[in-house]
């Protein structure tokens, strides 16, 4: 077989966003590995060219080109393929905002290996419960985890090795010691690894899902997914290869492959990874926006919300072009907040761990605030009812996503040893996300919440997303969350949990107050019948509202967050 032939070339895309999208079309190959065909291709195209900007709290920086990638990556590559790590071994990653994330990743991709990568907040229990039903082989972690991996090592059978990427530990396969300061000259620093062959179709990554009502399912992707996620990089993010993006995400989240990975260095953009440890500080995030020139900044409405808090004009963000946000609804007056401070309007996305970035506001075109945005090019959408009928714009309707006859880019391949989950979101031609929307005449979508979290009151479905939208224009209100809770007569009723901003108390007439301020925004019959006022939310890892813990809540007085 001729690689050469088959050798992905990495595309910059046009600097007319129009002409961009006009042209824009993914070409999956038949064979491609992500390292040799898109990280390799670079490091040899321009051996300066920067990949990613690495800065700590502490003030500490690196710089690394894709050159510097290969190289360790392949000197990685050889570590494990010297303890037994072939193509097709499933390996965790548990490891910080560290450069070794992204050379171990690359390493386990020339291998042909699966790689997992779990948040670093995971406890023992959490982290037992991964690596036994993902049947993982390895775990390269770093020291401030190591302990926690040794206490539930034992019991996980599977597990044969241990790879420590920033400490000397007995008992470990030692980085340190064995690539970047060897004792002696071998084989693992000095030689390049056979080349795999992938196919676009071989699996390549496994990831948890947020799990924001039920244990976590294992999405697995195979190696096309990478390219899939240049609708991210180029239609969402708006990047070419003299951007400098900034994705303000854990390392164990999907997020961190949408926007500090695969689809920025497929356009040839540099990456900025800021490494925080511990509780997320937003007077940190601005001025190293000021700082570097960061041209691209993607973060979860969380975020944002924290960021408007502060005075935008005393920084020097002259630089910044494109501000994106998903992972759950982004309330317009935090839109308004930025715009205000910025001038750039945030553009929203939609897509799952599931799936790359499928429907979004695109990079050169006026984005429709509150709204999720139009369809991805490659992904036929429609919106269905129970019955999987399509619905009529204006109606509410799950999302469904066409996979035949032909499949999108991306899209995942399956859940791992979940039959029955398979079952329930393939059906027919269709991939059902479990979420739901509507559509305009204008074809914009507008998510409406998981399935399960609309709420059914008097003949009413409400969803949680428009009522939350209504309540965050009070003033005094910092986040808030809506549920369904049982009531006698309607069946259910509308509550929400609040969080206030500082200098408000919780009063009986603040909740009359705010119950009337929903009925001036919305439909009436969407008013909170109940309100509670809360000290935070209950979320995932990745900053998703647990509503299954609300909901609990308020049908039974138990598992209480706080």
Not at 12 to 34: G, L, M, Q, S, T
Not at 42 to 58: E, L, S
Not at 538 to 545: E, H, I, L, Q, R
């Amino acid at each position: 077989m001729d690689m050469k032939n088959q050798q992905f070339e990495p595309a910059v895309p046009p600097a007319d966003f129009a002409e961009r999208k006009k042209n824009f079309k993914i070409d999956i190959p038949e064979y491609f590995n992500f390292a040799t065909d898109v990280v390799d291709v670079w490091a040899q195209r321009d051996r300066n060219k920067q990949a990613m900007i690495w800065v700590n709290q502490h003030g500490a920086e690196k710089r690394f080109t894709f050159h510097d990638f290969k190289r360790l990556s392949i000197q990685a590559a050889n570590l494990l393929l010297k303890h037994g790590i072939s193509k097709g071994d499933r390996v965790v990653m548990m490891l910080p905002r560290l450069p070794e994330w992204w050379i171990f990743s690359l390493a386990l991709i020339r291998l042909g290996a699966v790689q997992c990568h779990v948040p670093t907040l995971l406890t023992p229990s959490d982290l037992k419960q991964r690596i036994k039903f993902g049947k993982f082989k390895m775990i390269i972690a770093d020291s401030s985890n190591a302990d926690k991996i040794e206490a539930i090592c034992d019991e996980c059978p599977s597990l044969s090795d241990k790879v420590l990427v920033d400490d000397v530990r007995k008992g470990w396969i030692n980085y340190q010691t064995d690539i970047l300061y060897p004792v002696k000259l071998s084989s693992t620093a000095v030689t390049t690894p056979r080349k795999i062959a992938t196919k676009s179709t071989d699996p390549m990554l496994t990831v948890f899902t947020s799990g924001t009502s039920k244990n976590p399912k294992l999405v697995s992707h195979n190696c096309a997914y990478a390219l899939g996620h240049r609708i991210t990089a180029e239609l969402w993010h708006g990047l070419s290869s003299n951007d400098l993006h900034y994705t303000a995400s854990d390392t164990g989240w999907a997020k961190n492959l949408w926007g500090n990975y695969f689809g920025q260095w497929i356009v040839g953009a540099c990456v900025f990874i800021f490494d925080i440890r511990g509780k997320f500080d937003p007077d940190q995030v601005l001025p190293m926006l000021e700082k570097y020139s960061i041209t691209s900044f993607c973060a979860p409405p969380t975020i944002f919300r924290m960021l408007v808090l502060n005075d935008l004009r005393k920084f020097d963000l002259s630089e910044l072009k494109q501000c994106t946000s998903a992972g759950e609804p982004l309330h317009t007056e935090t839109v308004k907040l930025w715009k205000e401070g910025t001038n750039i309007t945030i553009r929203e996305g939609y897509g799952q761990t599931e799936t790359v970035c499928m429907i979004c506001n695109q990079a050169g075109e006026e984005p429709c605030p509150g709204s999720m945005g139009i369809a991805s090019p490659g992904w036929e959408i429609e919106l269905h009812d129970d019955d999987g009928n399509v619905v009529p714009d204006g109606e509410d309707g799950r999302i469904a996503v066409k996979i035949n006859p032909n499949r999108p880019a991306g899209l995942f391949q399956g859940y791992m040893f979940a039959r029955k989950d398979n079952e329930q979101c393939f059906v027919g031609d269709y991939y059902y996300t479990g979420d739901k929307a509507r559509r305009d005449e204008n074809g914009h979508f507008w998510f409406l919440g998981r399935s399960d979290d609309i709420i059914k009151s008097s003949g009413y479905r409400i969803g949680p997303l428009e009522v939350e939208e209504a309540i965050m224009q009070h003033d005094a209100v910092h986040e808030v969350a809506v549920v369904g809770a049982p009531d006698p007569m309607r069946g259910a009723k509308v509550k929400a949990y609040i969080v206030l901003h500082e200098g408000w108390e919780a009063t009986e007439s603040l909740v009359k107050e705010l119950q009337q301020h929903c009925k001036r925004i919305t439909a009436p019959y969407k008013y909170p019948r109940e309100i509670e006022f809360v000290h935070s939310l209950p979320k995932t890892f990745s900053g998703k509202v647990k509503r299954d813990i609300l909901r609990k809540y308020a049908e039974t007085g138990e598992g209480f967050w706080e």
